[in-house]
């Protein structure tokens, strides 16, 4: 949650007090039971053995498409980035979506986060809507 809270204040969407407490809330509305409430999937991405990251993916998602999975959460720990395994969780993501009917996977993506914006994008991600901000 700590990472989450980062990011959101990194992009400016909140300010860092407010941005502390918004992991918690969303935490509680998505995961009311925990890692037992049903729909969401959560994997350890492993290689040779060893934890290199997360994946956190909904079936469906919490849009009003009931065809489209959610992906909340794909984070690579820092020391395993830039090795294709962010890749290879999306991938993941999208088999285990397509394995329980789905039809479509959905995500969000700071403005900010290039890297992450572009293996989306080479992926075949596209844009659905986009928020903007200035600051006054």
């Known amino acids: 949650m700590a990472g989450y809270a980062a990011r959101i204040a990194e992009s400016g969407a909140l300010p860092a007090e407010a941005a502390a407490e918004k992991p918690r809330r969303d ?6 039971d ?4 049903p729909g ?5 991405l492993m290689a040779d053995g060893q934890g290199v990251g997360w994946l956190w993916l909904a079936v469906p998602g919490p849009d ?3 065809d489209m999975a959610w992906v909340y959460l794909v984070e690579v720990d820092k020391a395993f980035r830039g090795r294709g395994y962010g890749r290879e969780a ?6 285990e979506a397509r394995s329980q009917g789905m039809r479509s996977v ?14 989306y994008t080479s992926l075949g991600y596209e844009v659905m809507e986009q928020q ?3 600051p006054l």
């Open 40 to 44: 969401h999937l959560i994997f350890r």
């Open 132 to 134: 903007m901000k200035k």
């Open 106 to 119: 959905g995500l969000n993506v700071y403005g900010h986060n290039t890297v992450a914006r572009s293996l």
């Open 34 to 37: 925990g890692l037992d409430t």
């Open 27 to 32: 935490h509680e509305r998505a995961l009311p």
């Open 64 to 66: 009003s498409d009931p």
């Open 90 to 95: 999306m991938l993941l993501a999208e088999a």
